[in-house]
């Protein structure tokens, strides 16, 4: 019973950082119809600034927001310099974005080494509390329910604002959000720029409990890319459901059968595939 | 079509004389490594250039091969041939089953998928340590051959390589120019005009598939008898990178632009290893600069050039569609 | 009486809770020249689709000459005998006219297999798509690549692509879209000599040229048959000026 609590706590850790990468590739795909695969190297880059951060005397929360703010303003100087000029051509866009990847993820390599680090979690959040016989890191009850504030903040802001409203026009048709005056162009910088900001915070967030290390993107981004195929592109709710679905068969597949944690998560993309090519929750790109 | 034919036949004759001109392995073995990497650009080309399906996990034919093989001879005990057969059969099928997943999309959806399928193969190369050695691989691969085909001296090697590349080039060649080749772009450029008069498009979809998988399978099986030794690297998303940067830099849909790219990056990489220690940052600078310079690669840049020389015509004709759709 | 080339019976299709077409059910008799006539968004386009497979309706029948084309997928309703032709050209811009055709000739034929000879090379193949192109006035452009042609050729051979498949029902989309005055008097003789026992389902926004080709006309609004009749029948209705005119 203990073991099954506190692995379910892991999982809701996990599908909750999941959630902070998916979401704003998600949220880039289903507005530009661009596939960002540097996405997994800015949630790394994030994890690396803010650990710089910490080390240069910030305290983790401050950390956290420089880092999210860089990732973010680099994202929207990525997306004004050089995706802008690839508008509509998906395989340039994709070569670019993973080019990206590769600059960024070797500079990582290239500034900080290859050896893995702790991020430390801060000190109000270190220690673990008693739930039942389960003894659990504080920092991660943190992570669940940082992340779910996140997605209800996210879900507020596309559902409940005007930027939000301007955001579903344009996901679903941005010929006509444009003729009802919507600025395409200001909106894709700031939505690139919050996706990207998103995926920074969450390397950051992540760090106390993944730690940072060179690869840390080449695990990531994966499995983010399986939540948005699960999930349907586009759709907040897909990538949450996505997400905490991921999240859960990969630290359950981890424990029970370590050797082939990866090849379970197979099985959900099968079986969402079969049902719906488009994802549970995502609409068919015509 | 002689005249087609030629340049391939005197760029295939020149690097099977690189063994008579150096005495060092070293030049032999790199040719080598060119026409390996040749083959699988040729087949991912199938899928990029003429499907016009985007693949970012090609590297799963090669390594599933690879890995296959290289259990095989050695874990398994069988015979290198015979290894290599069951090694090319695997593959073949589990690419089928990939098929399956991945042709339920196109576009981005299919980008997508494919690096998953990838990236779940290489989590189980890297994870499942008790059969595929993890991250340290496994070694000692043997090549077959004897005392009749010394296969392990660097210039028998190469011609078996460049054997199996021309196989390569007159196959499809000889496909990409057949009705089943042109209807291949027909479903790229007009999926819906092609459902409409009568294809079946994702039949034609699995076919091209099938195809660009068995000649990445060559490929894999040629690499891991190279080696003589396989490791997850190999499925790395760096390696399906590699490949897709060999098909679009050389260029996309032509039948030379894949040995042209494959020949660049080889080189490149073996340069960059020499000189600097920055493989994956060059690799990132690569495809930004070609994206952003020369999104048409080497070949059409080249044939643009001549065309342009010969008709003195300053305007390339307009497309009628754009190249780049979104019907997934 | 003769069974009807094509019955449609209660067809809908909802697009999100939607109606695009709303329980539209229609007989249109083998040989027939029929118009499908309807302000934008009357739901005629989105007919065409469920009709060649390119759309699954969300309730009703289609059957073509008795048999039932719902759940098949468009290239089994080809099979059947039925071709289409699209408003928004559909055409492959790196290929010939030529080979335009032949690709459309293969879709029916075993040859679309062939993976080692090269398709350039049938020369029955060939002939085949010339005597097409010659029936559209374009046997001269054979070999010139589309992309190079102008926009009037254009249509022309969006129609070819369907003759091709000698089809028993054409379905043509707005086959004078965008043509010049004599490019339309082209491809209005062009319909006129199609085959008498050839099934034409038109959709045209030139009414000149459309009530001289149809025999039977359908007024659709809102996804929903107005009425169905003869040319005569039609003009007369006042339905037909209400729809056209008012609300």
Known sequence: MTFWVSQSLNALALGGLLFMLASGFSLIFGLMRVANLAHGALFMLGAYLGLAAVKAGFGFWAAAAT?????????????????????????????????????????????????????????????????????????????????????????????????????????????MARAIGVSASTLFTAVFCLGTALAGLGGVIGGPILSVYPSLDQDMLPLALLVVILGGAGS???????????????????????DLAYVILFLPMIAVLSVAPQGLFGRRLG | MSARVLPFAVALAAMAMVPLFSTSPFYVNLTSQVAIAAIGALGLNVLVGHAGLNSLGFAVFPGLTAYLVAWLSTVGGIDPVAAALFALGGTMMVSALFALVALRTTGLGFVMITMALCQIVWGAAYRWTSVTGGDNGLS?????????????????????????????????????DSPLGVALRGTRDQPRRMG????????????AWMLAAAWGAAAGLLYAWYHQFVSPHMMAVTAS???????????????????????????LKNLAS??????????GFTFVVIVLLMPDGIVPGFSRLTAWLKRLRPTPAPKLVPRERADG | MAEPALRIDGLTKQFGGLPAVADVSLDIM???????????????????????????????????????LVGLPPRKRTGHGLARTYQILTLFPHETLCRNVMLALNGLRRDKWRAWA??????????????????????????????????????????????????????????????????????????????????????????????????????????????????????????????????
């Not at chain 1, 389960?134 to 779910?148: K, N, T």
């Open chain 1, 67 to 175: 880092a999210a703010v860089a990732v973010g303003l680099l994202g929207g100087i990525i997306e004004r310099t050089l995706l802008r000029r690839l508008a509509g051509r998906t395989l340039p866009q994709v070569l670019l974005t993973l080019g990206l990847a590769f600059i960024i993820a070797d500079a990582c390599l290239m500034t900080w080494g290859g050896d893995p680090m702790r991020l430390p979690p801060p000190p109000e959040l270190s220690g673990a509390v008693r739930i039942g016989d389960a003894v659990f890191p504080r920092y991660r009850l943190f992570v669940i329910g940082a992340s779910a504030a996140v997605a209800l903040g996210l879900w507020l802001l596309v559902e409940r604002t005007r930027a939000g409203a301007m955001i579903r026009a344009a996901v679903d048709d941005v010929g």
């Open chain 1, 236 to 258: 907040l709710v897909g990538a949450f459901v996505g997400a905490y679905a991921i999240g859960f068969i990969y630290t359950f597949g981890q424990v029970l059968v370590p």
């Open chain 2, 140 to 176: 000692g691969v043997p090549r077959p051959g004897g005392a009749w085909l010394p296969l392990e001296k660097p210039e028998y090697f190469l011609w078996l390589c460049l054997i199996v590349l021309a196989l390569a080039l007159i196959q499809l060649g000889r496909f990409f």
């Open chain 2, 196 to 207: 409409a008069v009568g294809y079946d498009v994702w039949r034609i979809r699995f076919v």
């Open chain 2, 241 to 267: 990178a590699e490949v897709l940067l060999m098909v679009v830099a050389g260029g996309a849909g032509t039948l030379a632009g894949p040995l042209i790219g494959a020949a660049l990056v080889v080189l």
């Open chain 2, 274 to 283: 020499i000189w600097i220690d920055r493989w994956v940052m060059l690799l």
């Open chain 3, 30 to 68: 083998p040989g027939e020249r029929h118009l499908l006539l309807g302000p934008n968004g009357a739901g005629k386009t989105t007919l065409f689709n469920l009709i060649c497979g390119d759309l699954t309706p969300t309730g009703g029948s289609i059957r073509l000459f008795g048999s039932e």
């Open chain 3, 118 to 247: 090269p398709f350039g090379a049938d020369a029955a193949l060939r002939s085949e798509a010339l005597a097409i192109l010659d029936r559209v006035k374009l046997a001269d452009l054979a070999d010139r690549p589309v992309s190079q042609t102008a926009y009037g050729d254009r249509r022309r051979l969006e129609i070819a692509m369907a003759l091709a498949l000698d089809p028993r029902v054409l379905l043509l989309d707005e086959p004078l879209a965008g043509l010049s005055r004599d490019e339309r008097v082209m491809v209005q003789e062009l319909l006129a000599n199609l085959p008498e026992e050839m099934t034409v389902v038109l959709i045209e926004h030139d009414m000149d040229v459309a009530l001289a080709f149809a025999e039977r006309i359908t007024l659709l609004h809102h996804g929903r048959v107005v009425t169905t009749g003869s040319r005569a029948d039609i003009a007369a209705d006042p339905r037909t000026r209400e729809v056209y005119l008012g609300a």
